[in-house]
């Protein structure tokens, strides 16, 4: 599963989002270590008490759009 994670990231030229539950601290800290960031968490994603975490992996392309 990482491999195959890091294959697809590698090959990612735009910013890749997930969500994940903030709860799952252990979730968080894996995809932290693929190079995902926290851009923000959103209150009742699905349901008024479930919460996720909008995560963040920025791709390789930079702003002007040359390979980064």
Do not use: C, Q, W
């Not at 969500?19 to 923000?40: C, M, Q, S, W």
């Not at 994603?45 to 702003?63: A, K």
């Amino acid at each position: 599963g990482s491999e195959l994670m890091r294959a697809g990231l590698a090959r990612a030229e735009v910013p890749v989002l997930l969500t994940v539950d903030p709860e799952n601290a252990a979730a968080v800290k894996l995809y932290e270590n693929f190079g995902f960031t926290i851009r923000h968490r959103v209150d009742g994603y699905y349901r008024p008490h479930e919460h996720r975490y909008v995560m963040v992996y920025p791709g390789s392309i930079s702003p002007l759009g040359k390979e980064g």
